[in-house]
Protein backbone atom coordinates (compact mmCIF):
# COMPACT_ATOMS: atom_id res chain seq x y z
CA UNK A 1 0.00 0.00 0.00
CA UNK A 2 3.04 2.62 0.95
CA UNK A 3 4.59 1.80 -2.78
CA UNK A 4 1.01 2.70 -4.34
CA UNK A 5 0.42 5.65 -2.22
CA UNK A 6 3.99 6.92 -2.54
CA UNK A 7 3.25 6.95 -6.72
CA UNK A 8 -0.35 8.83 -5.92
CA UNK A 9 1.11 11.47 -3.77
CA UNK A 10 4.12 12.53 -5.81
CA UNK A 11 1.80 12.73 -8.98
CA UNK A 12 -0.41 15.18 -7.59
CA UNK A 13 2.64 17.61 -7.69
CA UNK A 14 2.40 17.83 -11.18
CA UNK A 15 5.82 18.62 -11.11
CA UNK A 16 8.63 15.83 -12.79
CA UNK A 17 11.42 15.98 -9.69
CA UNK A 18 8.88 16.01 -7.29
CA UNK A 19 7.68 12.54 -8.88
CA UNK A 20 10.79 11.37 -9.10
CA UNK A 21 10.92 12.30 -5.22
CA UNK A 22 8.29 10.25 -4.69
CA UNK A 23 9.21 7.45 -7.16
CA UNK A 24 12.20 6.43 -5.10
CA UNK A 25 10.64 6.29 -1.81
CA UNK A 26 8.24 3.68 -3.47
CA UNK A 27 11.89 1.59 -4.52
CA UNK A 28 12.68 1.66 -0.57
CA UNK A 29 8.63 0.78 0.12
CA UNK A 30 9.76 -2.12 -2.07
CA UNK A 31 12.71 -2.88 0.22
CA UNK A 32 10.60 -2.68 3.19
CA UNK A 33 8.26 -5.46 1.78
CA UNK A 34 11.11 -7.77 1.05
CA UNK A 35 12.17 -7.05 4.12
CA UNK A 36 8.49 -8.25 5.61
CA UNK A 37 8.69 -11.25 3.49
CA UNK A 38 11.86 -12.17 5.06
CA UNK A 39 10.05 -12.39 8.40
CA UNK A 40 6.99 -13.80 7.45
CA UNK A 41 9.12 -16.72 6.10
CA UNK A 42 11.24 -16.62 9.29
CA UNK A 43 7.65 -16.83 11.93
CA UNK A 44 6.31 -19.13 9.01
CA UNK A 45 3.41 -16.88 8.16
CA UNK A 46 2.93 -17.86 4.87
CA UNK A 47 4.28 -20.55 2.71
CA UNK A 48 7.48 -20.18 0.81
CA UNK A 49 5.91 -20.22 -2.66
CA UNK A 50 4.04 -17.33 -1.87
CA UNK A 51 7.27 -15.41 -0.26
CA UNK A 52 8.69 -16.25 -3.79
CA UNK A 53 5.90 -15.14 -6.05
CA UNK A 54 5.63 -11.83 -3.75
CA UNK A 55 9.44 -11.39 -3.44
CA UNK A 56 10.24 -11.94 -7.48
CA UNK A 57 6.76 -8.96 -7.62
CA UNK A 58 8.49 -6.76 -5.60
CA UNK A 59 11.30 -7.01 -7.86
CA UNK A 60 9.82 -6.38 -10.68
CA UNK A 61 8.14 -3.26 -9.53
CA UNK A 62 10.87 -1.90 -8.43
CA UNK A 63 12.87 -2.50 -11.21
CA UNK A 64 9.63 -1.04 -12.89
CA UNK A 65 10.41 2.37 -11.19
CA UNK A 66 13.91 2.43 -12.11
CA UNK A 67 12.78 2.34 -15.17
CA UNK A 68 9.92 4.75 -14.95
CA UNK A 69 12.79 7.12 -13.11
CA UNK A 70 15.35 7.24 -15.74
CA UNK A 71 12.93 8.17 -18.67
CA UNK A 72 11.47 11.05 -16.65
CA UNK A 73 15.33 12.33 -15.92
CA UNK A 74 15.17 12.26 -19.76
CA UNK A 75 12.11 14.72 -19.59
CA UNK A 76 13.56 16.89 -17.11
CA UNK A 77 16.83 17.42 -19.50
CA UNK A 78 14.73 18.12 -22.36
Known amino acids: MSITNNIAEGSEY ?3 KQLIRY ?3 SKGSCAE ?5 VLARELELISQLEIEKSYNLSVEISQNL ?3 IKYLNTKIKE
Not at 33 to 37: A, G, K
Open 66 to 68: SNF
Open 23 to 25: LKI
Open 33 to 37: VRSML
Open 14 to 16: NNN
